[in-house]
């Protein structure tokens, strides 16, 4: 079973509106970390928040913020304000009490002027 | 400020070749792992190490080796290359319950 799941391959949103990106995950441990990263059409990974599966508070970075329901083991990101070098493949990824990390299949955004 | 450093960053290699790809962090971690992403499938696990000395398989290890004998070296071996195997390649390295730190990759051709 896919432990991160990315139901969106591509999204479109107009400059200066927010958008959501969706991720749900599984898995069965009570300790994990939710992660968000960027990555670009250079290909570099580029860390944006993060989330830890004891935390009360959503994670919020500047412009990010992580909606996170545990129940629905669902980890959205919600970037505010798009702009035009928010375009990029925006990945969810889990951290497992092993420390191994697992990812979605990405997600495609293109913010539109 | 060199974090995580991948060599080569581009390589093509014949079918039934080997090769290693490079990783070298100098942040102290003693998380390092090695990725591979296809299009369309984002990142997946071949093999990890939680410390020198130490490496196990992660989701996609057949065709692949790592040694561990540092902590800052984490090389990942490809014996006999074969086409499935083109694919851009990650290391990463992170401290215990930290984030994921990356290099900028490697693109190996197979043909």
């Known amino acids: 079973a896919q432990k991160i799941t990315q139901t969106q391959p591509g999204m479109f949103v107009q400059e200066k509106e927010a958008v959501t990106l969706d991720c749900t995950y599984d898995t069965s441990d009570q300790s994990y970390g939710l992660f968000w990263y960027k990555q670009p059409s250079s290909g570099e990974m580029i860390f944006l928040i993060y989330?830890?599966?004891?935390?009360?508070q959503n994670a919020t970075e500047g412009r990010y913020s992580l909606n996170f329901q545990k129940a629905r083991k669902s980890a959205n990101l919600v970037i505010s304000a798009s702009q035009l070098g928010d375009s990029a493949m925006y990945f969810c990824?889990?951290?497992?009490?092993?420390?191994?990390?697992?990812f979605g299949t990405g997600t495609s955004l293109t913010v539109i002027p | 400020n060199a974090g995580v450093t991948q060599t080569p960053k581009f390589r093509i290699l014949k079918i039934g070749q080997s090769m290693t790809l490079q990783c070298a962090q100098d942040m102290n971690h003693n998380y390092m792992y090695w990725y591979r992403q296809d299009p369309g499938m984002g990142l997946k696990l071949i093999y990890y190490?939680?410390?020198?000395?130490?490496?196990d398989k992660g989701e996609v290890p057949n065709g692949y080796n790592v040694s561990r004998s540092t902590t800052e070296d984490f090389p990942l071996r490809l014996e006999l290359a074969a086409p499935s195997q083109t694919s851009v390649y990650f290391c990463?390295?992170?401290?215990?319950?930290?984030?994921?730190?990356f290099g900028e990759g490697s693109r190996l051709t197979v043909l």
């Open positions: 990824a889990m951290r497992e009490p092993g420390n191994q990390f697992y």
């Open positions: 190490s939680v410390g020198a000395g130490i490496t």
């Open positions: 989330q830890g599966s004891y935390d009360e």
């Open positions: 990463a390295s992170s401290y215990y319950r930290g984030e994921l730190f």
